[in-house]
């Protein structure tokens, strides 16, 4: 049975400061689009929370998912409450191994049935059973088997929640995702290639505040992470929005921070939480190191064109003032190139220009 202390102990435990642990509340209220009179609640729930029994499998994907949870230099307050939550089954992190790992699983099912949470990362091949197995058992018949006494599922992930990279054409496995097989529980949609990490402890958070998951998009993501497309809050929009575009990685438009529209952003049909949670403990993101959102976030994204390659304009997520900028940004970054063309060709006697062409 599993140990029954409260996540409170087990931060205090580990060092964190009831100042600390409110910051992390506030945060929490900030990303869920809570109003900070809510932060009392949100602590209160958080504090004397039992620990909640999580199953993670993982079927084919990278283990970038893993590693974004559980990579940070230094210990931080939602890496704790992940640690808190505990898993009682995780592929990559656990201890036990062989029969000692699956019968761990199989005890968590039993001492827990119908309230543990079920954590899946990677897509499921249908193509044929011995594609990936587990202690022989194929990955679908795992996931049948473990969703079918879950309280609800959260797909980590976009292999998970859309199929990923493996269900990239040509798809050779034909790897589907968790919610094409699993019709009967609540799933929680968390893409990215990988989830910001903070995005994976905010919806655990969710639902040990309230018990509940939180309000899902048409794509089964939660809105509070993923209402906004990454254009919507992106640093460089007003440079997008006068028409200032970067047209080469190392153009005086780049090293100006304009916006990396035609080098292949793919921020406007993107939704996720990057341009405001951020990485790494919120340092930045791609589009703050110069390099174009890639759009991991959504469905078939590695089949979308190349990732340098600029969507095609006007976009239906683009509004009319942006799409006006756009044509507006063609005719003014034709001048810009014109400005900067000396300049480019003195750099170019020092640089090698690395153009969209080089990317193909
Ligand atoms: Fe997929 Fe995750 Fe990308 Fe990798 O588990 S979403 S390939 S970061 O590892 O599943």
């Given at each position: 049975m599993s140990k029954q202390y409260t996540l409170m102990d087990h931060l205090q435990g580990q060092g964190i400061t009831r100042r600390g642990f409110l910051k992390f509340c506030s945060i929490t209220a900030t990303m869920l689009a809570l109003?900070?009179?809510l932060i009392p609640q949100i602590a209160k729930a958080l504090e004397s929370a039992k620990r909640p029994s999580v199953i993670w499998l993982s079927f084919q994907e990278c283990t970038g998912c893993t590693e974004s949870i559980t990579r940070s230099h230094a210990p931080t307050i939602e890496s704790l409450i992940f640690d808190f939550i505990?898993?009682?089954?995780?592929?990559?992190?656990?201890?036990a191994s062989g029969h000692a790992a699956e019968a761990a699983r199989e005890q968590a099912m039993k001492d827990n049935e119908d309230q543990y949470i079920l954590v899946v990362d990677g897509s499921i091949p249908t193509?044929?059973?011995?594609?990936s197995t587990i202690a022989g058992i194929d990955n679908k018949q795992m996931l049948i088997d473990t969703a079918k006494h879950a309280a609800a599922i959260v797909a980590v992930g976009t292999c998970a929640t859309y199929g990923g990279l493996p269900h990239a054409d040509p798809n050779p496995t034909n790897a589907v995702a968790v919610s094409d097989i699993i019709k009967d529980k609540p799933i929680i949609n968390v893409p990215g290639c990988p989830p910001i990490p903070i995005v994976m402890t905010g919806v655990l958070a969710h639902f040990l505040t309230f018990g509940t998951i939180p309000d899902l998009d048409d794509?089964?993501?939660p809105k509070m992470f993923y209402g906004n497309s990454i254009h919507d809050r992106c640093y460089r929009r007003p440079f997008y929005e006068k028409g200032?575009?970067?047209?080469?990685?190392?153009?005086e438009g780049a090293k100006a921070g304009w916006c990396l529209f035609k080098l292949g952003c793919k921020g406007p049909t993107t939704y996720n939480a990057c341009a405001t949670a951020k990485w790494n403990e919120g340092t930045s993101f791609p589009i703050e190191a110069g390099a174009p959102c890639i759009g991991c976030s959504q469905p078939d994204f590695w089949d979308n064109g190349g990732f340098y390659n600029a969507l095609?304009?006007?976009?239906?997520?683009?509004g009319e003032t942006a799409a006006a900028a756009i044509a507006a940004g063609a005719v003014a970054s034709v001048a810009a190139s014109a400005i900067h063309k000396s300049a480019k060709a003195k750099a170019a006697k020092k640089h090698h220009t690395v153009t969209t062409d080089d990317m193909e």
């Open positions: 109003p900070p009179s505990s898993l009682d089954y995780h592929h990559t992190l656990q201890a193509g044929n059973p011995g594609f794509l089964g993501r200032l575009f970067a047209e080469t990685f190392d153009d095609s304009q006007p976009t239906i997520s683009i």
